[in-house]
Nanobody, 124 residues
Framework: QVQLVESGGGLVQAGGSLRLSCAASTRTFSGYSMGWFRQAPGKEREFVAA????????YYADSAKGRFTISRDNAKITVYLQMNGLKPEDTAIYYCTARPGSGNSYDYRTWDYWGQGAQVTVSS
C-alpha cells in the first residue's frame, strides 16, 4: 500500500506559477512510476504528466507541454509538478498517482494509488 500526500496548491493569477509536491510513504519509491492528473468540475479526470521510475523519462499532456515540468527525488520519496504560465483553464483539483513498474499510461483507471488532491485555482 502506498500513501500519497499532495501539497502546494492554492490561488494564483493568470501567468503565475505554483509547485505541487507529493510525498509518498513507501520505501520502494523508485519502483513506481509517478504521475499527475487533474479534474475540473463536471469533467473527467485527465492526464497531466508522468515520470519514469528513475526520472529518465517524462511524459506530458499537450496542454502541459512547455509550461509544466514533472520531476522526482527518490531520496526524498517526493514527486513535483512545477507549473508556470498558469491559465484559468488549468483550474482543477490535481491528483498525485503511482503505479508499480515501468511504462506510462494516459488512462487514470490504470493507476493504482492516489492522493487526496490539491486545489489549484487560477484567476483571470
Amino acid at each position: 500500500q502506498v500513501q500519497l500526500v499532495e501539497s502546494g496548491g492554492g490561488l494564483v493569477q493568470a501567468g503565475g506559477s505554483l509547485r505541487l509536491s507529493c510525498a509518498a510513504s513507501t520505501r520502494t519509491f523508485s519502483g513506481y512510476s509517478m504521475g499527475w492528473f487533474r479534474q475540473a468540475p463536471g469533467k473527467e479526470r485527465e492526464f497531466v504528466a508522468a515520470i519514469s521510475r528513475t526520472g529518465s523519462y517524462s511524459y506530458y499532456a499537450d496542454s502541459a507541454k512547455g509550461r509544466f515540468t514533472i520531476s522526482r527525488d527518490n531520496a526524498k520519496i517526493t514527486v513535483y509538478l512545477q507549473m508556470n504560465g498558469l491559465k484559468p483553464e488549468d483550474t482543477a483539483i490535481y491528483y498525485c498517482t503511482a503505479r508499480p513498474g515501468s511504462g506510462n499510461s494516459y488512462d487514470y483507471r490504470t493507476w493504482d494509488y492516489w492522493g487526496q488532491g490539491a486545489q489549484v485555482t487560477v484567476s483571470s
